[in-house]
Structures are given as C-alpha cells and as structure tokens.
C-alpha cells in the first residue's frame, strides 16, 4: 500500500513576530525595503524563513494597519503606523457651503484630467481657471458679473 505524502497547511514559523521586532528597530524609523526586512528577520531568527511567509505577513499586517506600506520604484518599503490616532479636523456645519478649489498665487496643479476645470484666482473684477481641453492646457480669465 503506498502511503500518500500528507496533505495540509504549510509550517508555521512564527513570520509576523519577527517582522513586528524588525520594523520596531530604530533604523526601520523611515521605512525599510522588503529585501531588508528579509534578511534581518532570518537574521533574528536564527533560522532561512521562506520568502512567502515573509510576504504575507507583511501583507497581512498592511491589511490590519499595523504597518504602512508604500512603493519605492518596484519594491514596497515598510514602517509601523504611529500608535496615536489622528486628531480629528473641525466638523464642518451642514449650512456651510464647501470652499471653492482655489490654487495659491501663480501655483499651477500638478495634473488637470481631460475636461477638468481647477480655479486658480478670484478677484474682485475677474476669475482665472485653468482646464484641459484634449490635452492642452488652457488658462482664461473670466470676467465677475456685476
């Protein structure tokens, strides 16, 4: 009778753990790349932890947001989110109107999407706007109306 290899979950080897110690180091402040990460928790370890464990703790931790993750070129670099929450910004009265986007002084936005239409100054006489008409950028000035 042949016996059949055993089927089931692949080993565990305690990954998260380890990440957690390496990201909570002090050279991993501003962030540390996946391949470091990588090497220093086989380093802590003691042991060559899988490069799969590896990531999805990694992942598994962005996804309960105990870590951030942000792209560096075709890698990620990591750092633990801040333990304090974020103070939360005044609340805005229902009756209030929403600001207008208004770009400062001769500022121009970064981007315009196709047909969009961003307020750069309102004067008192005039208002300036910049839009994108396909794919040319077309700043006007409107006179107010009276």
Do not use: C, F
């Amino acid at each position: 009778m042949v016996k059949r290899a055993r089927s089931g979950k692949r080993p565990r080897h305690g990954t998260r753990k380890w990440v957690l110690t390496v990201l909570q180091s002090p050279e991993a402040a501003g962030g540390i790349l996946t391949a470091d990460i990588q090497r220093q928790v086989d380093q802590a370890s003691g042991a060559k932890i899988p490069s799969y464990s590896v990531y999805q703790a990694l992942r598994t931790l962005v996804k309960r947001k105990e870590v951030r993750a942000t792209r560096k070129g075709r890698e990620y670099s990591y750092r633990l989110m801040s333990a304090e929450p974020a103070a939360p910004g005044p609340a805005i009265a229902e009756t209030e109107a929403p600001a207008l986007p208004v770009a400062g002084g001769s500022q121009l936005p970064h981007k315009i999407a196709p047909g969009e239409v961003t307020i750069l100054e309102i004067g008192e006489t005039h208002v300036e706007t910049a839009s994108n008409l396909h794919g040319k950028l077309v700043l006007q000035r409107h006179p107010r109306p009276k």
